[in-house]
């Protein structure tokens, strides 16, 4: 356990940093020197490569995760484990590929209207979506041999630094932006080369491929499961993108662009609820082992109110400094639809007020509902975003994520409670919006001072002082109490000289 905590410990240090530079890419230099256009070009490119490698991919990621375990052996052949992966991972990318090229027509007559630099890149996806099939497959092998820290360096720091490289390079004109979108495809196949290189020095594989010897029945099981996650995983993250792609399609790149920067924003209020998932589901997974429901509920009680509680705190900190980003952004198309952010943030606290029913369900007996619901989730989504966007546009697509995840979580939150009488809320929800709406109020009226970041600071700071003390004295959660008193204890011994 020594060996994971410390990489555990230093991938969180990691992942923070990366979100510092997502933020200089996504909110300083994109805006400034890109068009929302040429922005919403390279983040439909993302989405849309996004969702091609979940098919390509076949499941894999997940698949290597859950199997190789039965693989694993001392000759670091691994029974072939490695020609398992290479054989379904080429078949896979092939067939898609096959299928992207097939209905080429069909897909740029979706878009040639309302998003003609999108077709103008057309066959880009390909090697973009080669490049990050092969970063997220060697990406889960080094990940088993628990070699992590360097494939999180790459994913959060590396990619997000050679962006702006790029960015550099044609702000001084050194790329134009045709230049500059290969470069940003390129960048992928580097950190896939710097990935595989530590994958071969790891020592844990011999690279070698022997199809011959790939026995049908472990391939079967493989690719059973693989489908399996492809038929979940594929529902939920299309799911996800698919408002992005239908903006693209309906309405344009410049939307595009704008819509990724607001949910990239408010993607922060995330950052909690993946933290105690991951300290979560173990206790999970063993309490089910237990039939332990009763230390289930009491988990899904502590995390639904906790990340509320942040969430919230993070949403109304963008909302009081909103004059401060419109000076950051200085473009009227961020500026004038501002109100992408207040139905994006509203969707994202519904999915983190219910705390983590995805990973309960998924850890339990019944864990094949999951998959279900991530279907339902893909269709709330397609359904809405063809009702919405034509009637407000943009803003359309943003209630559509509203009313998908506050279904998407309502009927899996029914399904917790008619199953196993599992209910994430109470009273202490209601205190804590009565809380953020006056604090709100506080840091809105706020005087303005004239330094951007002074002001940002002050007030963020003011806001967030008088929303932990209410927190605090209303004990509405006796984690974050607990968390408060050991912070102030350890300030006020440092001040004692202790």
């Known amino acids: 356990m020594g060996i994971v905590r410390e990489q555990a410990v230093k991938n969180s240090i990691i992942s923070y940093a990366g979100v510092v530079l997502g933020y200089i890419n996504i909110i300083i230099l994109f805006p400034a020197f890109f068009t929302t256009e040429q922005f919403g070009l390279i983040q439909l490119l993302v989405s849309v490569s996004f969702i091609y490698v979940q098919f390509a991919a076949v499941g894999l990621v997940n698949g290597i995760t859950r199997y190789f375990p039965f693989f694993k052996a001392d000759d670091r052949r691994h029974e072939e484990f490695l020609s398992y992966v290479v054989f379904i991972g080429t078949a896979g990318f092939i067939i898609t590929s096959v299928a992207y090229l097939i209905f080429r027509d069909l897909i740029i007559g979706a878009y040639i209207e309302k998003s003609k630099l999108f077709t103008d890149f057309y066959y880009t996806l390909l090697p973009l979506s080669l490049f990050s099939m092969l970063f997220n497959i060697l990406e889960a092998l080094v990940r088993v041999v628990y070699k992590t820290v360097w494939a999180t360096f790459l994913r959060e720091i590396g990619l997000r630094f050679l962006t702006i490289l790029g960015i550099v390079l044609y702000i001084f004109k050194v790329f134009n932006f045709d230049a500059f979108v290969y470069f940003y495809v390129c960048t992928y196949l580097a950190v896939s080369i710097l990935l595989f290189i530590q994958f071969v020095k790891s020592n844990e594989f011999i690279i070698g491929f022997s199809f011959g010897k790939i026995k049908k029945d472990k391939f079967i099981d493989l690719l059973r499961y693989g489908l399996y996650n492809l038929m979940s995983g594929a529902a939920m993250f299309v799911g996800q993108k698919v408002d992005i792609i239908m903006i693209g399609s309906m309405i344009g790149l410049s939307i595009v ?23 979560s589901v173990p206790i999970i997974s063993t309490s089910w082992k237990e039939n332990n429901i009763q ?139 009565l809380i953020s709406a006056v604090c709100f109020l506080i840091g809105n009226y706020f005087p303005q001072i004239n330094n951007v970041y002074a002001d940002i600071f002050v007030r963020s700071s ?8 209410l927190v605090y004295f209303t004990k509405i959660s006796e984690d974050i109490n607990q968390r408060i008193e050991v912070y102030y204890n350890f300030v006020l011994n440092r001040i004692k000289g202790r």
């Open 295 to 433: 230390k289930i509920n009491e988990i899904y009680k502590q995390t639904s109110i906790i990340q509320l509680i942040i969430g919230l705190l993070i949403y109304i900190g963008v909302l009081i400094n909103k004059h401060n980003l419109f000076l950051l952004l200085n473009k009227p198309e961020y500026i004038d639809n501002f109100g992408l952010f207040y139905f994006i943030g509203i969707a994202i606290l519904i999915d983190v007020s219910v705390g983590i029913n995805s990973e309960i369900i998924a850890n339990s007996s019944k864990f094949r509902y999951d998959a279900f619901f991530n279907v339902i989730l893909f269709v709330i989504s397609v359904i809405m975003n063809l009702i919405l966007i034509p009637v407000w546009g943009g803003i359309g697509a943003a209630a559509a994520l509203v009313v998908t995840f506050f279904v998407f979580n309502l009927i899996k939150s029914l399904f917790l409670y008619f199953n196993y009488k599992m209910n994430p809320l109470s009273y202490r929800q209601p205190v804590i919006i």
């Open 462 to 469: 003011v806001t967030t002082v008088i929303f932990v003390a």
């Open 257 to 279: 662009g704008v819509y990724s920067l607001y949910l990239y924003i408010a993607t922060v209020i995330y950052i909690p609820m993946k933290a105690l998932a991951r300290i």
